[in-house]
Every structure is written in C-alpha cells, then in structure tokens.
C-alpha cells in the first residue's frame, strides 16, 4: 500500500501535490487502497527526493490510471536496462543480450519521455550496474590468473575482447540519448579501472610490445639486406585497438604505449647507428621511418 505524507494530496487534475484542502481525502484514500506494492518502489525510485509537486502522472488521465500507466512503463524500462550475467543469458550477433526487444520496450520509454523523468533513468541504471559488477570482476580475475600462469599477452588479448562484450551487452540503446550512453561508459570504465588488479598494466605492455614490433630484416633472394618497416596501416591489429579505444584503456594507459614506443626508438638506434654517429644523414632517415 502507498502511503502518502499528510501534507501531500492527490488533485482531480490528476497531479499529486502539496495541498490542504480537506476535499482531495477521498481521492486520497482511493489512491492508497488501489496501489500496489511496487508502485512504493516506482515512487521511490523516481521521487525520492519527497518533493512530488507537480509530479504529472500521464497527460490527462483520469484517476489513478496515469500512476498504473507510469508504474508500468518504469518496470518494463528498468527490466529492459537492467545487466544480467552474459554467461548465463548469453549475446545476440550485434552483442546484446538475449531476450531485449526494443519494440517492446519502445513505448514505454517513451511514456517516461512525455512525465519528463527519463534523466531519472541513469541512477537506478547504474546502481544496478554497481551491484552486478561482480559478475564482470569474476571473470577479470579468471582470465588474469591464466595470464600469470602462462605469462602469455594473448590471456590479456582473450580478456580486453570479453570485457568488450560485457560492455556492449550492458549498453543502453543509442534511441535514449547520448546523455544516457555518457554517464554508463563513465561509470563502466571507472568501476574497470578499478577492478584491474596492478599486474594488468605489466600484462597490458607486453600486449602492445607484441601489437607494434616491426617487422623483422631479413635478406632478399639476391643475399642484399631488406629492410621491412611496420605499417601503421596494416589490418592486423585494427579491431583491437579499436576495443582499447572504446574501453578507455588508450587514455588509461597512454603512458605504457608510449612507453613502448620509445624503448622501440632507443633498441633500433643502439642496433643500427652505435658507431655511425658520424653518418646521421643515413641513420636519421630510417629511425624517422
């Protein structure tokens, strides 16, 4: 049963708000005996600050109708939003979970548009999110064990791409607003971050020495020495440095890349110019290549 604070009264005009009048009890009344248990929830969850003035429950219907109406639609979105454990319900091919229909859940987020509440939305959002995050946390401490027994990058390659799943399972729809998608990658990437144990960004250097070596020389069939460059350009390795963009890991860790690439510079100078200082004409060229 809702049970609403004294100085707050629900209207004819189909609106609850702060009111003396000893003529709105009734209505009152029949508000409290018709609800039902989750509406407190609803009611909670949306105003919990207690200011319910001017709180619009559904246009111009009548009753408590507009209060149904509303408690419904907030529990199809928050069922549709909520992060379930991907290794139980599993992902479609575009990576999100199994069981959302967004033309299901269409109307009802945008009946929560029209009460003007879905900036409402990201805080039960995300505190779902903060409690499921241990699913997430389970399998980063799997994949790290593994990469501690083999002491291999792939483990840490096999980790950022199933991290990348939970993150795109767990996406809310593009439909809702770029505000929505902004606070739930700020929170997915603080909470990560977080969760990375300290051996990751040793583990997560060794991914990118692997990712940028260059290619090695080697000789041409007519015994002359080659000299083969890596290609910024080179498809290998797109799609995961994509993954490290999305997840936030190139911002994160922009120091250990960069790290790589300088030990790269410092290990091609003392092999190929120690010595040759007095010809930089020609060993300056191929460093900057």
């Given at each position: 049963m809702l049970h609403l604070p004294d100085h707050l009264q629900v209207c004819r005009?189909?609106?609850i708000k702060r009111?003396?009048?000893?003529?709105?009890?009734?209505l009152r009344r029949r508000l409290e005996d018709r609800s039902r248990d989750e509406w407190v929830g609803v009611l909670s969850a949306v105003l919990g600050s207690g200011e319910l003035e001017g709180f619009c429950l559904n246009g111009d219907a009548l009753g408590i109708s507009g209060l149904m109406s509303f408690s419904e639609a907030w529990e199809i979105s928050m069922q549709y939003l909520y992060p379930q454990d991907i290794t139980t319900v599993g992902?479609?091919?575009d990576g999100r979970l199994y069981g959302k229909d967004l033309t299901i859940a269409g109307p009802a987020f945008?009946?929560?548009v029209q009460c003007r509440k879905l900036p409402t939305l990201p805080e039960s959002f995300l505190d779902d999110m903060r409690k499921n995050f241990h699913l997430m946390e389970n399998e980063i401490s799997q994949y790290m064990a593994l990469y501690e027994l083999e002491k291999s990058p792939e483990q840490l390659q096999s980790l950022v791409a199933r991290l990348m799943e939970w993150y795109k399972a767990w996406a809310p729809p593009t439909e809702l607003g770029p505000?929505?998608?902004t606070a739930y990658t700020h929170n997915f990437q603080t909470r990560l971050f977080s969760s990375l144990p300290l051996s990751f960004a040793h583990g997560f250097k060794e991914l990118c020495t692997s990712l940028l070596a260059p290619s090695e020389n080697g000789t041409s069939e007519d015994g002359t020495l080659t000299i083969q460059r890596w290609d910024p350009n080179a498809r290998a390795h797109t799609g995961l440095w994509k993954l490290f963009k999305a997840l936030g890991l190139i911002d994160?860790?922009?120091s250990v890349i960069a790290s790589v690439g300088y030990e790269f510079i410092e290990d091609h100078v003392l092999k190929n110019c120690t010595g040759e200082w007095h010809s930089l004409g020609v060993c300056l060229p191929e460093v900057r290549a």
């Open positions: 005009c189909g609106k009111c003396g009048n000893k003529n709105t009890q009734l992902v479609d091919a945008n009946l929560i505000t929505l998608s994160r860790y922009e």
